[in-house]
Structures are given as structure tokens and as C-alpha cells.
């Protein structure tokens, strides 16, 4: 049923974008090319042939953004840093200014308007130098991720308090260097994502360390990452078999990361054992899930002070018994669970909408990780239509899904600190280029000066925020009171109805 109330007084209402994603100017001022420039500019990589080089031109529209913002009435705006835009090179070595003083403008621009800047170190947009060295195969990275985040702490961390290192990690090792639809666009699901991940892991925990050791003290921000979930139902909820499944899915998905941070600095023990047996069976000499040291689980264990996650949509999980291929490395096979995604929901959608997905979610949150303060740091649909300004549409899934987090909030007890909805505007969109709009305001990609317009869901999810949830409306509240005293009552019969 629908459930009406309002969060906590000091509760995150905000908007989320990525740098790759809007800022444009892709070589502008000295910036140095990012491995999705690379990959764009590479003809039929991305659908229509779109790229990131202007994108919603945010580069040269801070004041802009900063309106819209302020018009909103967001309580914080979660952005990502260019890493080639500060360190054209990926090195310490290479700092140019103007990304410097970019970032500046955008960060004291939010500070003045009283939003909370929550600054994303990395959101896949790694410098090419560093891919030609190896990219995140390279544990050289830790040291220079280290390098980079050392001089943000130190640059804009007298204003910005709420830092994430990384953005979907996962994503990152499965998608970059499994399946390799992603830049560095390796195709090695067997190996490669998993040695990605240790080191993505190494990075974060060293990066946490420099930040709580040099920067805390005197800046007193707090320092989590973002990871990536879809709710896993049960096929058949009464079958074991499928709940295991369910939750095999979830510890793969969630918990490579998740588990080795706000546990014991180790990967779930499915986890282990499902990758370990599957090694032993192609008879390789140790298991393609790498070890940590006691020291690294001791050093990694506690390296987030929040839980954020991102979160679309739901899939329907079962238990799946495959004959081993030798060298095959499917996903699903991985794990032996069938995924299926296929919920009712309009035809425009690109996530399926299942909105009570989320509360299961931040429950299942809840009880594996000790109810830790969690913040969603991305939650929206994108829409392919070339406009939707009236989007009734997304406005009906922001409704639900935040009506879904309110339930858990109010009726769970799940400590739930912030919402980010994703995202602010229309953008480049990946692999789908600009086609899917997820944006509360419309970037009309067809004009060079991409005026934005807000969209409905924009006046809606302004509405949300300023009633901090969705109370009662009053005219639909149950109302005690008194006719007046000459009121005449009675009861009422028919001859026809009571006559013998």
C-alpha cells in the first residue's frame, strides 16, 4: 500500500552526474584524453556514433548548473573529477590549472548556495597514459590513484566533506575487463576482473588511510565508494535452492566489494568457494579469485564510514545446474544462477521499474552489514525519446521508489541518510550514447549552446525535497470533528425491502 511520512530533518535529498558524462571540452585547456575518449572517438564503438566531447558543455556552463541546482532545492550534488583534466598525464607531474580552477569555480559555486559537494574520485574515465601502462592491471595505479586523491584532499578539502573513491567498481572489472564492453575493452572474464578487483580494493583501502591520516583531522569529511546493485528475487521464494541463488548473485554483485570493506576484509565465502572449486576443476594450480595477506584484510577491513550504493531496477534469480566448460567464464555460469529481467513495465523504459525491489534491497543491506548509514547515490530511469519533458513517466518511478525508501526508513528501521536521484540532466549515456534521457532536465543536444529545460520530474522531485518525503496531504487526512447540534440522524426502509 501506499505509505506517506517524512525523513529525518537532516536527510540528503540530492542529484548525481559524472564528468565524463556532461562536462564536455574533452581536450580543453591542457586536458589530457581519458580512455573513453579513446574508445568514442573510435568509429561504431557507441551507438549513433555519439561521443563525450561536448556533451552537455558543463565545462562552460558552471553558472548554469549551479541555478538549476539552487532551483531544485537539492540538499547536495554528487559529482566526479576528471582525473586527465587535473593530471593531464595521470601523474602528479602534470598539473594543469585549469581543471584545477574548474573545479574551484563549480565547488565554491555549490559551497555559497549551501549545497554539499559529494566529490567522486574516479568514474571510469582513467587517463589514457595510465592505460598504456597497464591500466588497473597495473598495481602501479594503487601508488598513483593514491597520488591524485592526496592533491584533491589537499586542493578542495577545506570545502568538499563527502568523498567516494570509486564509482561502481564492479562495473570497472566485470565490464571493462570480463566482458569487455567497456574501455580498456579486455575480454578475460576468466581472470582479469578478478586481479582488477583486488587491486581496485588495494586502491580504495589506501586512498581511505591517506585521506583518515592526513586530511581528517583538520577537515573532518567523511570517505565511502559507490557500488552498484540490482535487487536478486527469488524465482520460486519457497525453493532453498533459488534463495541461495538469489543471495549467491547478490554476494558476487555487491559483496565482492562490500564484504571485504564493511566485514573482514575478505571476499564472501560463497564467493571463495564457488571460484575456488571452478579453478580446481579446470585443474589450475590455485584459484582465480586472488588471496588477500592478513595484514592487506586488516588494512582494507573499516575503510568506508558510509554505505552507498546505486540501484535501477530488480532481477528475477534461480538456481541453474551447467555442465562445466573448461575455459568458459559466463557470468551466470560462474555463479550457476539464471538471470532474468523481464518484469512488466513500459516499453520505453531502460530499467525495469520494480520499485519494491529497493526496499528488500536496503533491507538485505541492513542485516548482512550491521545497518551501516546508507546513502543511495544513484536511482532513476532513462527514457529513449528524443523529448520528455513531460515525463509522467519517470515522476511515477521516483513516487515509488522513494515511497519504497520510505517504507524501510519508517516501517524497517533501515538507517537511511540520503538520496541521490540520477540524474541531474540528460547526458551521455555510455554505450547508448545520448539516445536513453535519465535527466530531470532536458539538454536539447541538436542546439550547440544545449540550453537545459526542466522536465515534471524536476517540479516533482523539487516537491519531495522541500516536503522532505511525502506527507500526508491534508485534504486526504482522517478528520475527527462534530456536526451541528440540530443535525437530524436517522436510519432508512423501503415497504418493498421489509414487508413480510
Not at 559529494?118 to 592491471?137: N, R, S
Not at 588471496?291 to 554505505?307: L, N, P
Not at 519508517?410 to 547508448?432: P, Q, T
Not at 529545460?453 to 475527527?480: C, H, M, Q, W
Request: hydrophobic share 35%.
Amino acid at each position: 500500500m501506499y505509505f506517506y511520512g517524512t525523513f529525518p530533518e537532516d536527510f540528503m535529498w540530492g542529484v548525481s552526474t559524472s564528468a565524463y558524462q556532461i562536462e564536455g571540452g574533452w581536450d580543453a585547456d591542457g586536458k589530457g584524453p581519458s580512455i573513453w575518449d579513446t574508445f568514442t572517438h573510435v568509429p561504431g564503438n557507441i551507438n549513433n556514433n555519439d561521443t563525450g566531447d561536448i556533451a552537455c558543455d558543463s565545462y562552460n556552463k558552471v553558472e548554469e548548473d549551479l541555478y538549476l541546482l539552487r532551483a531544485l532545492g537539492v540538499k547536495n550534488y554528487r559529482f566526479s573529477l576528471s582525473w586527465p583534466r587535473i593530471f593531464p598525464n595521470g601523474r602528479n607531474n602534470s598539473i594543469n590549472s585549469h581543471g584545477v580552477d574548474y573545479y574551484n569555480r563549480l565547488i565554491n559555486g555549490l559551497v555559497a548556495r549551501n549545497i554539499t559537494p559529494m566529490v567522486t574520485l574516479y568514474h571510469w574515465d582513467l587517463p589514457q597514459a595510465l592505460q598504456d601502462i597497464g591500466g588497473w592491471e597495473n598495481s602501479t595505479l594503487i601508488e598513483l590513484f593514491d597520488s591524485f586523491a592526496d592533491f584533491c584532499f589537499q586542493t578542495f578539502g577545506d570545502r568538499v566533506k563527502f568523498w567516494l573513491t570509486f564509482n561502481e567498481p564492479h562495473v570497472v572489472a566485470w565490464v571493462g575487463y570480463g566482458i569487455g564492453i567497456f574501455p580498456p575493452n579486455v575480454n578475460d572474464p576468466g581472470d582479469a576482473p578478478y586481479r582488477v578487483a583486488h587491486t581496485l580494493l588495494k586502491a580504495h583501502a589506501r586512498v581511505y588511510h591517506t585521506y583518515d591520516r592526513k586530511y581528517r583531522p583538520s577537515q573532518g569529511g567523511i570517505i565511502s565508494l559507490s557500488l552498484n546493485v540490482d535487487w536478486a528475487e527469488p524465482k520460486t521464494p519457497s525453493d532453498p535452492r533459488d534463495i541461495e541463488a538469489a543471495d549467491r548473485y547478490m554476494q558476487f554483485l555487491l559483496g565482492w566489494f562490500a564484504h571485504p570493506i564493511f566485514k573482514n576484509g575478505d571476499y564472501p565465502d560463497v564467493m571463495k568457494w564457488t571460484v575456488g572449486n571452478r579453478s580446481e576443476l579446470q585443474n589450475l594450480p590455485s584459484s582465480r579469485l586472488p588471496v588477500f595477506t592478513a595484514e592487506e584484510r586488516e588494512y582494507i577491513r573499516g575503510t568506508a564510514d558510509v554505505f552507498c550504493f546505486n540501484t535501477y531496477t530488480s532481477k528475477i534469480v534461480t538456481h541453474t545446474t551447467t555442465r562445466l566448460r573448461p575455459f568458459s567464464y559466463e557470468y551466470d555460469q560462474e555463479i550457476s544462477v539464471t538471470v532474468d529481467s523481464s518484469w512488466p513495465s513500459s516499453a520505453l523504459a531502460e530499467h525495469r521499474a520494480v520499485a519494491w525491489g529497493m526496499r528488500r534491497l536496503l533491507n538485505w543491506i541492513k542485516e548482512e552489514y550491521e545497518n551501516p548509514p546508507i546513502y543511495i547515490t544513484e536511482n532513476g530511469v532513462g527514457i529513449k525519446t528524443k523529448s520528455d519533458v513531460d515525463d509522467n513517466a519517470r515522476i511515477f518511478y521516483y513516487k515509488t521508489y522513494i515511497d519504497e525508501a520510505l517504507k524501510a526508513y519508517k516501517l524497517d528501521g533501515v538507517n537511511l541518510r540520503g538520496y541521490v536521484a540520477w540524474s541531474f540532466m540528460d547526458d551521455f549515456e555510455w554505450l547508448s550514447g545520448y539516445d536513453p534521457r535519465f535527466g530531470l532536465h532536458q539538454v536539447d543536444f541538436d542546439n550547440p549552446n544545449r540550453p537545459r529545460t526542466p522536465k515534471r520530474s524536476a517540479v516533482y522531485y523539487s516537491e519531495i525535497i522541500r516536503n522532505n518525503g511525502i506527507p500526508l496531504p491534508r485534504d486526504d487526512g482522517f478528520l475527527y470533528g462534530e456536526f451541528p447540534k440540530n443535525f437530524f440522524w436517522s436510519v432508512a426502509t423501503a415497504a418493498y425491502q421489509v414487508r413480510n
